[in-house]
């Protein structure tokens, strides 16, 4: 929550270094761990603390998502996240952060049509979420719904986008979502 990913990663090295066999019961700390080196860009550690965590603990939603949408978002594995994402939705599905991510890998995939029957739900789930409003204005724009899409971006500001995704989503207010663009995360 503080954002201190550099010293919790150090943190959960040290913990991991620590315990001589990594059992189920541990699959949290390999999560935290990778959240942490995910934040920092240290990519390789994070994929295999999330891969490690889904050996422990094998469906557990939360690393399913995270790992999903994770490979969703650098274009890797994007059909395995897709599933492993439709995982989580099934064991969790009133969780706006999980459903976004689905409705993201169908956007990312082409698929429009369930990706905003998925994001609209996330919206709905989260409706104070940045980034899920964000990535609703996205698919919006995509299929061609643009007023919609400005009112999505807009309220991601209003809701508090951080500033790296609040230049992205600025600039298609002003310019639209240009094919170059992805979305912002």
Avoid: C
């Amino acid at each position: 929550r503080r954002k201190r990913y550099r010293e919790a990663s150090r943190a959960y090295a040290d913990a991991k270094a620590r315990i001589p066999i990594l059992e189920r019961q541990h699959w949290s700390l390999l999560y935290t761990a990778g959240i942490a080196n995910e934040r920092i860009k240290n990519w390789k550690v994070a994929e295999a603390d999330f891969l490690k965590a889904l050996e422990l603990s094998p469906g557990q939603p939360f690393v399913l998502n995270y790992l999903g949408y994770s490979w969703v978002e650098q274009g890797q594995n994007v059909e395995k996240a897709k599933k492993m994402i439709e995982k989580a939705v099934k064991q969790r599905p009133r969780d706006g952060y999980i459903v976004d991510s689905l409705g993201w890998a169908h956007y990312r995939l082409g698929d429009f049509e369930n990706a905003v029957k998925n994001l609209e739900r996330a919206v709905e789930l989260r409706a104070d979420d940045p980034i899920i409003t964000d990535h609703l204005g996205d698919i919006y724009w995509k299929m061609g719904r643009q007023n919609e899409a400005k009112f999505q971006w807009e309220r991601s500001l209003v809701l508090g986008a951080e500033e790296e995704a609040a230049i992205l989503i600025r600039q298609k207010l002003k310019e639209g979502l240009l094919d170059s663009q992805k979305g912002t995360q």
